[in-house]
């Protein structure tokens, strides 16, 4: 069985200032019906996980995530994905232009008129970090009860590895892409820097990286360094952006293949001929036969006559592109027991996947130098219930459960930051206390819906 995601990206939430927010309502709830459609009846799967693009939001700000949360919760549960289990990166109307203070603008023009080495020379200063990072105040709110929280070193991050056969595994890599943007940036002349920090990411026997950004290589002034390690580190690199959905797998090595994926916008400002609402189910399965990668594409674009979605033969190679992917990571780990019938299945031109279903799991996560992210208990029902403590409930409300529920030490001198209320929800729930999480979240909830705010 293949691992199935729904990736969308640029789906703007809040940039309809006119009559077309009552089209684009539309196309977000025809999206879900028809991402159903896809994943469940024609697929007959589960998808393992939402990838998310960047540019979730239009100006980065907290109204504009809340109404984004509500929608992917929909969405999940339409495609039987736990609603926790998103990927995102951030794009640049991730980020409130407006909280860019003076410092931040000095930087920002400092580095955009260096390159990699300022970059470097700000990165290595925390505080200089904090002026930049703050003006993904809600962005970081939002995506971190996904657990798709941004470095606070500027480093890559990671936490969801798929297996599809004993010793052969997907890893999704987040890259963030926008942390210099400023509203100007432009192709012809880049600006942005990813910098080594963060697009040197590590390569393990029987694994390929799976690389999630926002801004394609175009956008960079490091973009030779970058597109080098992209060849050798990553087998499938997927950005949003540009609006214009394409695929091309390159040779990029012996027996190595890059497979480079532009998605459309999900909601672009308007829709015409060029430029129309669009977004993929993507299939990704182990190649027995070969020892490779099998990506199976299922564009789907906005049939304005229909005035719903359908099978996009345009953009992507056809209505169902299947793309093999030579994978030289794989190669590297002994070879998994093959059974007959498998062979037989991805050999064809329709690939029905392997007999065990592909398994999720997350892993740990680097949040800063040396330290990692406390896994998730393995106790039923908590992601979804992690998801909304940290995204749908204000400061004073995770405080007061956790007091509540006596998590916090009396003796603690400890920063309550949002790691350290991870750490301890996460107590709560190993001692069989998540119901009673989950009953004054919503008397909390209900609280502030009769008070109105």
């Known amino acids: 069985m293949s691992a199935v995601f ?9 940039q309809e200032k006119d009559q077309r927010v009552h089209i684009h309502n539309d196309v977000k709830k025809q999206l879900i019906v028809d991402a159903k459609r896809v994943v469940r009846d ?25 109404v984004a949360g509500e929608w992917l919760d929909a969405l999940a549960e339409a495609v039987g994905c736990p609603q926790n289990q998103v990927q995102m990166v951030p794009g640049n109307h991730d980020l409130d232009r407006n909280k860019t203070s003076r410092s931040a603008q000095h930087l920002l023009d400092l580095i955009r008129a260096g390159g990699p080495a300022e970059y470097e020379e700000v990165m290595n200063n925390s505080t200089d970090r904090a002026a930049l990072f703050a003006r993904f105040e809600d962005y970081e709110r939002f995506c971190w009860g996904y657990r798709c929280e941004l470095n606070g070193e500027a480093k890559a991050a990671t936490n969801l590895q798929i297996t599809l056969a004993p010793g052969r595994s997907i890893r999704f890599i987040r890259m ?31 694994v390929e990286n799976i690389v999630l950004i926002h801004h394609p290589l175009n956008w960079y002034k490091d973009s030779g360094d970058v597109k080098t390690y992209m060849d050798s580190r990553a087998r499938v690199l997927i950005t949003g952006h540009e609006h214009h959905p394409n695929v091309k797998v390159e ?11 532009a998605a459309g916008a999900t909601v672009p400002f308007k829709s015409n001929e060029v430029y129309t609402f669009t977004y993929n189910v993507i299939e990704f399965e182990w190649d027995p036969a070969d020892d490779d990668l099998i990506v199976t594409m299922h564009p789907r674009a906005w049939d304005p006559k229909g005035t719903c979605f359908v099978a996009d033969d345009k953009r992507l190679g056809g209505v169902e592109p299947r793309y093999k992917v030579r994978c030289p990571n794989f190669k ?24 065990s279903p592909p398994l999720v799991e997350l892993v740990p996560a680097e949040v800063d130098e040396g330290e990692v992210a406390e896994m998730p208990p393995a106790v039923e029902g908590y992601g979804p219930i992690e998801l909304r403590f940290f995204r749908d409930l204000l400061e004073g409300e995770r405080l007061r459960i956790l007091i509540t529920l006596d998590a916090v030490p009396h003796d603690s001198d400890e920063r309550m930051n949002r790691g350290l209320q991870r750490k301890l929800l996460g107590s709560l729930a190993r001692e069989g206390k998540l119901s009673d999480v989950e009953r004054l979240m919503n008397e909390y909830m209900e609280e502030r819906t009769k008070k109105g705010t």
């Open 6 to 14: 729904v990736h969308i990206s640029d789906i703007h939430f809040g």
């Open 42 to 66: 024609d697929l007959k799967a589960n998808a393992a996980a939402i990838l998310v693009t960047g540019d979730i939001a239009y100006s980065g700000v907290e109204e504009q995530f809340k």
């Open 176 to 206: 963030n892409s926008s942390l210099l943007c400023t509203g100007k940036e432009r192709d012809d002349e880049p600006e942005l820097v990813l910098g080594e920090r963060q697009f040197i990411i590590d390569r393990d026997d029987g």
């Open 251 to 261: 040779q990029v090595g012996e027996g190595a293949d890059l497979m480079m994926l």
């Open 332 to 355: 590297l780990a002994p070879r998994p027991p093959v059974v007959e019938e498998e062979v037989k299945a991805t050999s064809g031109c329709a690939a029905t996947g392997a007999v």
